[in-house]
């Protein structure tokens, strides 16, 4: 079953947006198999986004991310990395589609609330750079 990782970082957490943000996923209608809240460490921060070493603002968004507590998740069903995406919207949320999390959240692209792993194979390495098998939960929701 294909799985994506969504991390809820610190300004979703800060604004009481936990609950909000985790309701569009669950509607939706896919499973939640993987969740904690954690104190990233600069280490995993620059694992995570490694792709954007070179960019001018990889050291403020290790700052940002590093910040406060962030709600790490695996998140299971057909379709998922590209669905949670859309569900997400634009990575600057002024450019973001209202009905989107960050469309209707943010207006900051430093700010924008939520990470989603762009591919299945993203997903994969973010997911075993985030988790261990154990924290992981399968199960089948009855509806
Ligand atoms: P996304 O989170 O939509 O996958 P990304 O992978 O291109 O976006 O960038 C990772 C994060 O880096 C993004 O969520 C916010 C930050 N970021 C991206 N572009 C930025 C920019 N031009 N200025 C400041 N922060 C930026
Ligand atoms: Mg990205």
Do not use: C
């Not at 985790?22 to 620059?46: D, N, P, W």
């Not at 998740?73 to 995406?85: C, H, I």
């Amino acid at each position: 079953m294909e799985q994506t990782f969504l991390a809820i970082k610190p300004d979703g957490v800060q604004r009481s947006l936990v609950g909000d943000i985790i309701r569009r996923f669950e509607v939706k209608g896919f499973t939640l198999v993987g969740l904690k809240l954690m104190k990233v460490s600069r280490e995993l921060a620059e694992k995570h986004y490694e792709v954007h070493k070179e960019r001018p603002f990889f050291s403020s968004l290790i700052e940002f991310i590093t910040s406060g507590p962030v709600v790490a998740m695996v998140w299971e069903g057909d379709g998922v990395v590209a669905s949670a995406r859309k569900i997400i919207g634009a990575t600057n949320p002024l450019d973001a589609k209202p009905g989107t999390i960050r469309g209707d959240f943010g207006i900051d692209v430093g700010r924008n609330l939520i990470h989603g792993s762009d591919t299945i194979e993203t997903a994969q390495r973010e997911i075993n750079l985030w988790f261990i098998q154990a924290e992981l939960v399968s199960w089948n929701p009855a509806n």
